[in-house]
């Protein structure tokens, strides 16, 4: 309404994942905002997530029972309240100065999992005593390995009981937007940038209040947080040793290819992350969700499965877990809500992917979460009435 009358700014209510962009990408100074939302190359691949998402379609069913419903799962013998979480993202704190504070906070009241990136921007240790249950420590193998390696010996002892490891970034890519508008991790300030946090007053005001955000857990001595360095110290060998390190769960993210899965698999992985960072590192990736099924294929039905890239609602989550994950994760989303509205704006966009994977299963015939399968694919898609009346054997589609 206010946007028709050209009062956008009295717009701030959110009740999906294109609110919040919209609200951030009028809130948030451009060169944030591009740091956020872009891909890699022509933003093929980042599209291709969301649009393939939109190409899947779900069966209705009628007459069923359907109440009460539960989202409730266990993943990796810890159990949450939603079959989605927040995905690791690296300096949050720049949409919002309190935006892993935040994070922790609503994983915590929604018991939901909040990944911490190894460029986050609080310290690992405060993430840990803000949502102890909730935590996943993300890391990033940059140079020098020793860093890293300090990294994991500080997740072990804070108390971290699962460990993400980042496969998918061997050398971080070009995003045309940051390059365009000048970002960097140290935010220098030339006239275009000036002009650009000048008009975004609201958020510089914040950010000079709470000081400029950065990778926190990199010392300012010695290992510098280098964001171009090349990160593909993160190799099979280095894998194997990180499995024999650490005790508790581990899973590899960024996995696209199920010959791949099936060698993690065989490491004694716990699970895989099926990701293609979101579109961020290569333009020519297939969409995360058009993998998922082989990958499953690959992998067995019992091995856990999460993934992410192009989750954009709450039928969206309902597609994944029917595809054949058992979690899925969601990037751009949560920085936009935090940029948008803060802890009201994430709460509000949870509230909004809750609401509308209930109902999404309530269309379904879905009472758990759980019993999500293949079964639930459109009819359309999967078989045609006219060769058989009967529903086939869905074993044999995936
Ligand atoms: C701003 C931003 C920062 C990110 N930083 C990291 C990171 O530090 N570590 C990592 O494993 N993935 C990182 N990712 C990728 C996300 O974990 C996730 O895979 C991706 O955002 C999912 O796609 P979506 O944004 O379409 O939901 C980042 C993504 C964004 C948008």
Redesign the pocket.
Known sequence: MGAQLGLDFLDTAIYCSEDAKRIAKRRLPNIIYG????GTGREVG?NR??SAFDNIKLQPRVLKSVDPRTMRTTFLNQSFDVPFGI??????NIVHPKADQIMAKSAVKYKMPL?L????SSLLEDVYEWAPENAWF?L?VLPPIEHAMALVERAKNCGYKTL?L?V??PQVSRRIRDLRSGFSVDFKIGPRQFIDFATHPAWSLRMLRAGRPGPANFPTDGAQFDRNASRALANWAFLEKLRGLWPHNLIV??VTSFSDAQRIQKLGVDAI?V??????QLDSVPA?IDILPYIRRAVGPEYPLIM?????SGEDILKALVLGANFV???????FALGAGGAHGLDSLIEALKYDLSTGMAQIGLKAIADACPKQLAETDIFLPSVSQERPDFKGYL
């Open positions: 740091f956020v939302e872009g980042m997530n969301i995905a690791p993202m690296g300096m949050c990944g990136s190894t460029a986050a993300q990033y993400v980042t998918d970034t993210k960024g992350y990701s293609n960072h979101g579109g961020r995360s992410d890239s192009g989750v954009r994760m969601l990037g751009r989303p949560i920085m």
